[in-house]
């Protein structure tokens, strides 16, 4: 009876070292994908960066659509940063990321494209599973 005693403080600091870990990762990964979303996605489509223009072109919508995208991007990559909005954002996120699959394969046709869209996809699940006390924060308040 007292190994069960002796090694329950030790799996709860077991514990907590991983839930630690967790915090590191899921802000580590947060601001990489911020990063990535904001600068790296969102910047050069407001800026009309040739890379940008050209698959929008395809896409017939006008400019109007791209700076659309663009400032979803970098304001979405803003709101990852801001812990209250982080989960709700990295799911607006994934939808962002659904629409880009899709364009990618019907429109653009890249079926390479969709390795990165799902990858960033899964990465934003991670980020959006480990903020959900901080969307249901934002929740209750916005239901006030």
Request: hydrophobic share 55%; net charge positive; glycine share 8%.
């Amino acid at each position: 009876m007292t190994e069960t005693c002796a090694a329950a403080p030790v799996a709860a600091a077991g514990e907590g070292a991983r839930r630690r870990r967790s915090e590191i990762a899921a802000k580590v990964l947060t601001v990489l994908l911020a990063l990535f979303l904001g600068a790296a996605s969102g910047a050069p489509k407001l800026f009309r960066a040739e890379a940008a223009v050209e698959p929008f072109d395809k896409i017939g919508w006008g400019d109007w659509f791209m700076y659309t995208v663009g400032s979803l991007e970098v304001l979405g990559a803003v709101a990852l940063l801001v812990p209250i909005l982080s989960g709700a954002a990295a799911l607006a996120f994934i939808g962002l990321m659904v629409g880009a699959t899709v364009f990618n394969l019907t429109v653009l046709e890249a079926p390479e494209a969709v390795i990165t869209t799902a990858l960033v996809s899964a990465l934003l699940a991670y980020i959006a599973r480990s903020r959900r006390a901080h969307t249901a924060q934002l929740l209750r308040r916005l239901r006030r």
